[in-house]
T-cell receptor, first 115, second 112 residues
């Protein structure tokens, strides 16, 4: 079984300030980890993913995330946010073993940028 | 353009009626998924399919049914047994040995 916890349901941040969105996971097997972004009334768009190798991964729109196996975390960061980053962000986990296609999501974090 | 198409974008139905949501993909992906999204609850997995003619229940399958007769199509039927069907429904697909899932634009179902 696998699960994802996003502790912060809402995060308000001033424009041009840094932001960190937290994600913790649990799984009995090795995992792939993902961050997705959702704009109102739209589907989800992949921001970045961790498969293996370097624990620091960079994604689109200036976002990056760090995989920490010992803390089972995959926090998302951006050094300076813009109004256009206002959206909902979802962390997701999938087992890396072959045949395990089940993708499990967290409850999401709504990021609001304050001008 | 390759992608996932969900139709319709908005759907209204009377209580007690079954309704089918369409999901088509031309990405040649083996796996397909249906998620339900409610405010504050994230995405919850309804059903997923890893191969044609096979599918598995997700976390909230009660009141829903699916079929996977073709690789590119994975329709979801919301039956009258689903107690609270009003929600935003998202379809996704992924390659069999791939990693991330790709999402459609969603269907907002309102039952009145």
């Amino acid at each position: 079984a696998q699960s994802v916890t996003q502790l912060d349901s809402q995060v308000p941040v001033f424009e041009e300030a840094p932001v960190e969105l937290r994600c913790n996971y649990s799984s009995s097997v090795s995992v792939y980890l993902f961050w997705y972004v959702q704009y109102p009334n739209q589907g989800l768009q992949l921001l970045l993913k961790y498969l293996s190798g370097s624990t620091l991964v960079k994604g689109i729109n200036g976002f990056e995330a760090e995989f920490n196996k010992s803390q089972t975390s995959f926090h998302l960061r951006k050094p300076s946010v813009h109004i256009s980053d206002t959206a909902e962000y979802f962390c997701a986990v999938r087992g890396s073993n072959f045949g395990n296609e089940k993708l499990t999501f967290g409850t999401g974090t709504r990021l609001t940028i304050i001008p | 353009d390759g992608g996932i198409t969900q139709s319709p974008k908005y759907l209204f139905r009377k209580e007690g009626q079954n309704v089918t949501l369409s999901c088509e993909q031309n990405l040649n992906h083996d796996a397909m998924y249906w998620y339900r999204q409610d405010p504050g609850q994230g995405l919850r997995l309804i059903y997923y399919s890893q191969i044609v003619n096979d599918f598995q229940k997700g976390d909230i399958a009660e009141g829903y049914s699916v079929s996977r007769e073709k690789k590119e199509s994975f329709p979801l039927t919301v039956t009258s047994a689903q107690k609270n069907p009003t929600a935003f429904y998202l379809c996704a697909s992924s390659a069999k040995r791939g990693t991330e899932a790709f999402f459609g634009q969603g269907t907002r179902l309102t039952v009145v």
